[in-house]
């Protein structure tokens, strides 16, 4: 899942949304890109609860 986070955002806005995304959706992040405008991209991805078995 990619967002884009526009530069005029503050970084405790950005800092809520992506909190909101990793405890509610189970995502987790994976990238985040800088651009020179001041904007950023964040692709964050799904986090893996691995299972083990009790046999």
Known sequence: MDIFIPRD???EAAR????EHAE???WELSRVRLHPD???QVRLRR???RVR???
Do not use: E
């Open 9 to 11: 955002l503050s970084r």
């Open 16 to 19: 809520q949304l992506l909190t």
């Open 38 to 40: 001041g904007s950023r």
């Open 24 to 26: 509610y959706g189970q």
């Open 53 to 55: 078995s009790t046999l």
């Open 47 to 49: 986090k893996i609860i």
